[in-house]
């Protein structure tokens, strides 16, 4: 049997580790040291037990000490107690010091290439040269507000009915193509709209759907774009009325009659995911505690009830499709009007009984006083219960900082303070001009707050969020410019070991696991420093032994490849261009510094500018081949560096 | 806040004490016990399957006895229920007061695992803080546990006994508390398929991660030369191998990445040595392929799950834990559909072929696998499903079960009997059992010391017994 050191450390450590945790925490239930939010509340009076979880907590620094942080938005600020089972987990403490009261306005012009490109890593899909060449000449905000006033580009769903069917033939509708992903990459990776793309997807991770194949993901990649500069409430409305939800939670059709009750399923997570969360929230994302210091829930069973007979009524104007499709592949001759619209009516066998949910009532609407024929007034009434019910989401004081605080952790940093989570949240309650929910508005603090802009305004400890698989190869691809050469850029292919061409099993665009997305908002591991920090790293959640495994599996294929994940026939074959690094490409330090500019902007990058040089620098001569591969060197060790992998 | 017996007293004081003193006795003492007791050959696994969605226990193990049976029916308006005439009631050990039960028809292997003793139905069990009855809830003298109906909170509760966001689960819990029966502790731990769960994570003991299909390779770009230049290999190298981040999303990213470096080599050999092991059936012929065969990649992870057992003694262990997910069990529309055309099949299918590949191993009488579920379903259909409910079912297969037994009582299937409740919504069924007494009847049989059960198990001794027999 091998004892080797590693083994030895592990047998000794480990056990020591763990019986620390078992006994604060065997102790700490049968002392009845609870964590109730985050106070702690001894129930029973006994210092000397008190003071010993106290010191142990302190000397170990252990995990153990503090929760993991649920799924929720929230954070916390009382100092942290032991965690029990069958209580609230303690969620994080703020990651970040508070900034200063007054923080110091941001310079609205990037200092320098590496600010410019560290901001466009947050704000787009990756920072090419001509995307830092723009911010340096106009500056963070016009740079924004010319993104805001960008003309929308091509829909999904044309890109999927025309460009891609033209161009692949009857292969592209072949169901195992990856046709619906070929369309999200070759978006994200070419076109210039990159805010509302990435703000796009960032709102698909809040409203999730992932059903099927076929047109549903085109419908949601554009839902999610058309609104991406919008307001929430008219999000919620799209979201609401969209056949791709109501498949992806079964309100379709559901009814509050014939002996059946309605599905809850869509009251329920409108509430815990799209809007105000499971537990009531300050303004600045913190958990609001009772005089017993435990967190409130915002709604009751009862309340999920209640909100699903609102929820009732709903399909599409044809009525019969069950699917949440709108015909995309069965109407191509654009005929059916559920195509174009792809929305759902409300019909009348919608629920007409009383409903409460969330302090409001509505009062039953008495079918048999009406004259016949009056289905156009329950309609109505049905789609009058269906905005109250929004208005009273959208209106909620949880659902800025709920919000703001998912949006935050989708652009910038997975731990932001209560100060910053408050200020994207104010700009949420009103926009300066009396709106509320105002995307643009939301994005800009976001983007510009302080704590996103000044190095001053971070703890560089915790600052940063980790990249999620699909967001590296995004980048990948698109500072490599990969394409077909007819202006697609495919996801890969099948065949391949590497999921078809996604770096992993874990991320493909659409086509989250479940409405719980890839990854929760309040994930945190359960070893390593992030957990010894009380630290969320949502991104983490799929980020383990085989997602680090297949993305440097995936980056060395494809460099070797040059650009094609593997074989899967000539037509979805991506080649790369490396015409933005080739003009560096003999001489290592600036080689080195514009690769470590596009992709590690923001990290300290001494250590690693040094191994990139030396490596850069073993590969001589100036043939095209020797070129190349000191690009694909200096791009490989960055690919892998955590410098790259945790955007800052 | 409950009172404290003088037993849990002594048991705080007995704790605390051994922490006081900077002495680490108790552990000490329980794994000295727990290694004098491991021999070779005395190697245990406990494989968790998942069910992700909350498994529907009225369409999973049907009420059959007539009056049972037309009452289910009746719930379940809008649903298709198999015909009495298409279910085999299974045989009962224990009189269940003149009450039968059926597997659906497509659990037609769980069926016969369960009449050949190999396979126990565990009924009515739930996230439990303290037991239940229908009339306490309706005065409000005990609540409802805060994570009933909420997805994530009851997935935490029946693999961490936490909410949300807890960071450990007891399948780790165990293996930290088992760690001296393995040399090293590296694959105490495994996870195959795309979700993880905190189930897999002890404080000491970390989840790694098997790939379904059998890859393990190290970080591309370390072995050998790298686009022509070893400089550029040794540097990646010494990339992942820094010391010296300070910010903690960089150290947990190089861990990530040394992790696979000290493991891809081990386990790389096992899935080397076990290619042709339980090769998964490729008759086209056969029922229901390719939904239960080729396509199945639940039946994919189970055979990754053997390959590691087999591979024991590459990869050290002699006590080890598993977990699957499989997914797709949140049946709010179309349910006996997506029940029969894909769910079932598979996870009959996974049953099947777990067995029989073990028993061909000859370790049928080590691995025990395990079904969880969030919760069961709601009583009444909402049109062409059911919702969120609360007690559900499970199934425990393995040669050591004491199968071929329903463990909790089957109820009369009526929304104002003693066995549902209905307060804030449709009715729901009461579980009788709690979730910690059933893993704690499992974590028990891996091995745990029963001193330790209730600290895993946080509520365990509020219920009787704390555990139940099946193993």
Redesign the interface.
């Known amino acids: 049997m091998p004892t080797g050191h590693s083994n030895l450390t592990i047998n000794i450590v480990g056990p020591l580790i763990a019986l620390i945790y078992l006994l604060l925490r065997a102790h700490a239930e049968k002392s009845g040291i609870a964590n109730n939010g985050g106070s702690r509340v001894i129930f029973v009076s006994n210092p000397p037990n008190k003071l010993r979880v106290a010191v142990l907590c302190l000397s170990v620094g252990l995990s153990a000490c503090g929760g993991g942080g649920g799924g929720d938005a929230g954070t916390q600020t009382s100092t942290q107690g032991a965690s029990i089972g069958g209580q609230p987990p303690s969620p994080p403490p703020p990651a970040s010091p508070s900034p200063p009261a007054s923080p110091s306005p941001t310079a609205d012009k990037p200092a320098t290439r590496v600010e410019a490109a560290r901001f466009l890593n947050q704000a787009t899909f990756g920072a090419t040269g001509a995307d830092i060449d723009r911010v340096m000449a106009l500056g963070y905000s016009a740079w924004i507000d010319e993104q805001f006033a960008m003309a929308r580009g091509r829909t999904h769903r044309d890109w999927y009915l025309e460009d891609g069917s033209k161009s692949n033939g009857p292969e592209y509708f072949d169901p195992n193509s990856d046709r619906e992903s070929a369309a999200w990459f070759t978006r994200v990776t070419r076109e210039p709209d990159q805010l509302r793309l990435r703000m796009a997807w960032a709102l698909s991770q809040i409203f999730v759907t992932n059903t099927g194949g076929g047109e549903n993901k085109p419908i949601w990649m554009d839902l999610t774009a058309d609104n991406a500069f919008g307001t929430y409430r008219n999000m919620l409305q799209k979201v609401t009325f969209s056949p791709v939800m109501g498949n992806m939670l079964s309100y379709l059709w559901n009814q509050d009659n014939n002996g059946a009750v309605p599905d809850q399923n869509y009251a329920r997570e409108i509430m815990q995911l799209f809007s105000i969360g499971l537990w009531q929230l300050n303004q600045d994302g913190t958990f609001k505690l009772d005089s017993a210091g435990k967190r409130i829930p915002t709604y009751s069973q009862a309340d999920v009830v209640g909100l699903s007979s609102v929820f009732t009524g709903l399909a599409l104007s044809s009525g019969g499709d069950r699917q949440g499709t709108c015909g995309f592949e069965k109407r191509v001759s654009q005929v059916d009007p559920d195509f174009n619209a792809c929305e759902l009516s409300v019909w009348p066998w919608t629920s007409t009984k009383a409903k409460s949910f969330l302090g409001v009532s509505i009062p039953a609407l008495d079918v048999s006083k009406l004259p016949a024929n009056s289905e156009a007034v329950i309609e109505a009434q049905g789609r009058k219960n269906i905005g109250i019910a929004l208005d009273t989401l959208a209106n909620h004081t949880n659902t800025p900082p709920f919000i703001a605080r998912n949006l935050i952790q989708r652009f910038t940093t997975s731990n932001p303070s209560p100060a910053y989570v408050g200020r994207v949240a104010d700009k949420f309650v009103d926009n300066g001009n009396g709106v509320r929910g105002d995307f643009k508005a939301v994005l800009k603090q976001i983007l510009l707050d302080p704590e996103a802009r000044n190095s001053s305004q971070q703890d560089k400890a915790v600052y940063g969020k980790l990249r999620e698989p699909l967001l590296a190869q995004v980048q990948y691809n698109r500072v490599l410019r990969a394409s077909d050469g007819k202006g697609n850029v495919w996801a890969g292919s099948g065949g391949c070991k590497i999921y078809h061409g996604v770096i992993s099993e874990f991320e493909r665009p659409f086509a989250a696991p479940s409405v719980f997305n890839y990854y929760r908002p309040g994930f945190s591991p359960a070893s390593g420093e992030a957990a010894k920090r009380n630290l969320v790293v949502p991104e983490m959640q799929i980020t383990d032994t085989v997602a680090v495994m297949d993305w440097a599996t995936y980056v060395k294929q494809t460099l070797d490849r040059g650009g094609t994940g593997c074989s899967g026939g000539a037509r979805r074959q991506n080649t790369f261009d490396y015409s933005e690094l080739l003009p560096f490409a003999d001489n290592p330090a600036l080689l080195a510094d514009e690769v470590l500019l596009r992709f590690a902007a923001g990290s300290d990058t001494q250590v690693l500018r040094g191994s990139l040089i030396r490596a850069i620098e073993s590969v001589s001569g100036t043939t095209s081949s020797a070129r190349i591969n000191r690009i694909k060197i200096a791009v490989m060790l960055t690919l892998l560096s955590p410098e790259y992998r945790v955007q800052r | 806040?409950h009172m404290?017996n003088s037993a849990?007293?002594s048991?705080?004081n007995f704790?605390?004490g051994?922490?006081?003193l900077g002495g680490?006795s108790?552990?000490?003492l329980q794994?000295a016990a727990t290694a004098a007791n491991a021999q070779a050959g005395d190697y245990r696994a406990l494989v968790c399957l998942y069910l992700?969605?909350g498994l529907d226990h009225f369409h999973t193990l049907i009420p059959y006895d007539q009056t049972n049976y037309s009452a289910i029916v009746a719930q379940r308006?809008?649903i298709k229920m198999p015909a009495r005439s298409a279910l085999t009631p299974l045989s009962l050990r224990t009189s269940q007061g003149g009450r039968q039960a059926a597997f659906h028809p497509l659990l037609g292997q769980a069926r016969q695992l369960y009449e050949q003793g190999k396979l126990a139905v565990i009924y009515g069990h739930g996230t439990l803080?303290e037991p239940v009855t229908r009339s306490a809830i309706e005065a409000n003298s005990i609540k409802q546990p805060?994570a009933?109906?909420?997805?994530?909170?009851s997935n935490a509760a029946i693999h961490?006994?936490?909410?949300?966001?807890?960071?450990?689960g007891w399948g780790?819990?165990a293996m930290?508390?088992l760690?001296?029966s393995n040399?090293?502790?590296?694959f105490a731990s495994i996870?195959v398929g795309?979700?993880?769960n905190?189930f897999s994570?002890?404080?000491?003991?970390?989840?790694?991660?098997?790939?379904?299909?059998g890859?393990?390779?190290n970080?591309?770009?370390l072995d050998g030369a790298?686009?022509?230049?070893?400089?550029?290999s040794a540097?990646?190298n010494?990339?992942?191998k820094?010391a010296?981040?300070?910010?903690?999303?960089?150290?947990?990213?190089?861990?990530?990445?040394q992790?696979?470096m000290?493991?891809?080599k081990r386990l790389g050999d096992a899935f080397a040595a076990t290619q042709s092991l339980a090769p998964i059936p490729t008759d086209t012929t056969l029922p229901n392929y390719p939904v239960a065969w080729r396509d199945n990649d639940v039946v994919a992870a189970v055979r990754t799950v053997l390959r590691c057992i087999a591979s024991r003694t590459t990869l050290?262990v002699n006590r080890q834990v598993f977990f699957i997910n499989m997914?797709n069990f949140?049946t709010?529309?179309?349910m006996a559909a997506d029940l029969e055309n894909n769910n079932f099949l598979r996870l009959d299918a996974a049953l099947g072929y777990f067995y029989k590949s073990l028993a061909a191993m000859g370790l049928e009488n080590n691995v025990t696998l395990f079904t969880t579920s969030e919760f069961g379903r709601?009583l009444?259909?909402?049109?062409?499903?059911t919702?969120?409910g609360w007690g559900g079912v499970s199934m425990v297969l393995g040669g050591a079960v004491k199968g071929g037994d329903i463990y909790g009582n089957l109820v009369d299937v009526n929304p104002s009997g003693p066995s549902f409740v209905a307060?804030?919504?449709?009715p729901i069924s009461i579980p009788t059992i709690s979730n910690q007494q059933y893993c704690a009847t499992l974590a028990s049989w891996l091995g745990v010391s029963n001193s330790?059960l209730?600290?895993?198990?946080?509520?365990l001794n509020r219920f009787s017994p704390t555990k139940l027999g099946f193993l």
């Open positions: 806040m404290l849990q007293l048991r705080r704790l605390g051994a922490a006081l680490f108790p552990l000490a794994m992700d969605g308006s809008g803080d805060s009933v109906g909420s997805h994530n909170d961490t006994f936490g909410l949300e966001g807890a960071r450990y780790g819990l930290d508390s760690q001296s040399s090293d502790n590296v996870g795309a979700l993880n905190p994570d002890g404080v000491a003991v970390q989840m790694t991660k098997a790939d379904t299909w890859r393990a390779v970080i591309e770009g790298l686009f022509g230049s070893s400089v550029a540097e990646l010494a990339i992942l820094r010296d981040m300070t910010n903690a999303l960089d150290k947990d990213y190089l861990g990530v990445n992790r696979v000290s493991s891809y050290n997914r949140d709010h529309g179309n709601s009444k259909s909402n049109g062409d499903g919702d969120h307060k804030n919504g449709p330790l209730p600290t895993i198990f946080p509520n």
